[in-house]
Structure formats: C-alpha cells, structure tokens
C-alpha cells in the first residue's frame, strides 16, 4: 500500500467482446493493490486472459455497509483500488454508486478509467438523432410505475436509452408505443459480440417483430425523442396535448384572475405549435362547460 492519500478508480470492462478494454484500464488493473469487482467470476474471467493478479473483492448492490465502509478504510489509509463491474462501465445501471459517494465525501481522489458503456455504443450507431440524449436506464417492472416513468419521459425532445432484458422486452415494447406514439426506434441486441444486431424500426414495427420471434442477449432500447411538430399533427398526439390543456383549464389557480385571451396567450407560449384558434376554442369550450 502506497503512504499517502489513496485513490479509487472505476475501470470500464468489456460489454461482450474480451478485446473491448483500453491499455490503461490493464495497466491500472495490473497495479492497484485491490479491485472491487460485482461479480468476481466475470472478474476471473478477464484477469486470466490479460494476466492480472490483483486480489479480487465482491461489491454489489447486496453488500453490507460494512464491505464499504472496509473499502474506505483502505482508502483512507492510502490504499489503490479499482472498482469494476460486470460489464461496461461501473454505476451505470450497475453497482459503485454508494461508494463512489463515499469516496467523494472522503475527499478522495476518484478517476474513471473510460471505456465500453452499452448506452453509448447503441447510441452511436441507432442513426437515431445524437446531439442530445437521455439515459433512462431501466425501467421499473410494475406496469403501473413504468407507465407513468414512461408519462414523465414523454415530453422529452432528446433521444432516450433504454436498458431492458429480452424477457420484459415485449411488454415494454408496447408499453412504450402506447405512452410515446409510434416514434422512430432501434433495438440493440448484443453489442460487440457475433450475434450483434441493429432494429432501427418504427416502435409500431418493433412490437410486430417481437410477436413473432423470441428475443436473446443483451438488449438495448432507445427512442426518438418528442417531436413538437410532428406530435401536433398526429391525431393520437393531438388528443393528449387537448387533454393536457383540458386539464390546466380546470385548474382553479391557472385560470384565477385571467381573462380568456390571457389563458389563450399563455397556453399558446406552453404548446407552441397548437394554432392559436384550437387553443382558443379549448378556452371557449371550458365556459360552455362552466354554463
Ligand atoms: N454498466 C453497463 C454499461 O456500462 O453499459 C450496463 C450494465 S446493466 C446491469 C446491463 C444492461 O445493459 C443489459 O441488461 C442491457 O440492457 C445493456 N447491455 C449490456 N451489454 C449489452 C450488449 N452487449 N448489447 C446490448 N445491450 C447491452
């Protein structure tokens, strides 16, 4: 163990593809004096193929807050340790984050050694708009839940990633095209390994597809983001956003002390591409309603 601070460093590991690791991450997994690693058989895996001998501990979502608070003790005490998980990069959807947290409270030095992230190398290749993009991780099992995470992503005009097992992927596949209309999609199945396959289809397509063939591997989900000017002339899309407006009109402490073209200039700044006169009659319908 070195004398001064210590230092965590959280190593990106392959997602599939053994070859799939930088020079740096080998060189620091070679030399720091312990690696946390999720799944240590995974870890055996990768450290006999590059010879690595580092001294192997378990660090998962399961582990005692004793097994952290040992970690920061070494690191404390001037300890090297790299933080790895089963695959890709380590916090992602994956176990370190408690830790990382930890380690940043301590005041010590914390670097990530970059490397495979499944969200990223599915991104880059999807053709699906990449300035900007929302990671969504996984979405919750329950379908009440997951309805309504998917309600809260709706809105979102950046392209959203999704992870998700091939078991759950039929139910999410529908689940996705009833709460965000049918959007432009793609499926990426097994990332950097032989079967590696990209579904760039409609959400619509999508589900056909998984109606009639099973679904394996590691999967990879993500969905154009909202399009306000398509949204607007799609029926289905229209209806929501009149709901939407519907809703704000019964809101006693939105329409308070406005007049009718006020709540008319106002909804028009919230729903820009809503003509003004479909906006105005939502307004006039809300005083017929009111008698
Ligand atoms: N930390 C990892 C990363 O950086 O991407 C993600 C870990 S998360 C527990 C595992 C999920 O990532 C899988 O269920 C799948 O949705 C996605 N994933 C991982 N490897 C993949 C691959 N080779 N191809 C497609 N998706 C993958």
């Not at 998980?85 to 380690?103: C, K």
Request: overall charge negative; hydrophobic content about 40%; some cysteine.
């Amino acid at each position: 163990m070195s004398a001064v601070a210590g230092e965590l460093f959280l190593i990106a590991t392959p997602i599939g593809n053994l070859a799939d690791i930088t020079l740096r991450a080998l060189e620091t997994l070679r030399t720091v004096d312990l690696v946390a690693a999720e799944d240590t058989r995974t870890a055996k895996k990768l450290f006999s193929r590059y010879q690595i001998t580092a001294p192997l501990i378990s660090l998962h979502d399961n582990s005692s807050p004793k097994r952290l608070d040992d970690l920061l003790e070494k690191l404390l005490a001037g300890a090297t340790i790299g933080v790895i998980s089963e695959a890709g990069t380590p916090g992602i959807s994956d176990p370190g984050y408690r830790l990382i947290q930890m380690a940043a409270q301590a005041a010590i030095r914390i670097t990530p050694i970059p490397g495979a992230c499944a969200a990223i190398s599915a991104l880059c290749a999807s053709a699906l708009p990449l300035d900007s993009f929302y990671f969504a991780g996984f979405l919750p099992n329950r379908s009440g839940p997951r309805q309504r995470r998917l309600e809260e992503l709706r809105e979102i005009s950046a392209t959203l990633i999704f992870y998700e097992s091939p078991r759950r992927l039929n139910t999410t596949l529908e689940d996705l095209e009833k709460v965000l209309g049918d959007r432009p999609a793609c499926i990426a199945r097994e990332l950097t390994k032989v079967y590696e396959e990209f579904l760039r289809l409609p959400l619509s397509q999508l589900r056909v597809l998984g109606s009639e063939r099973s679904w394996r591997g590691e999967i990879t989900i993500l969905v154009a983001g909202y399009d306000r000017e398509s949204s607007a002339r799609d029926p289905e899309a229209l209806a929501a956003v009149e709901t939407q407006i519907r809703s704000r009109l019964t809101d006693p402490d939105f329409i308070k002390d406005h007049s009718n073209r006020d709540l008319v200039d106002l909804l028009q700044a919230e729903f820009p591409h809503l003509k003004r006169r479909q906006i105005y009659d939502l307004v006039l319908e809300k005083d017929s309603a009111n008698g």
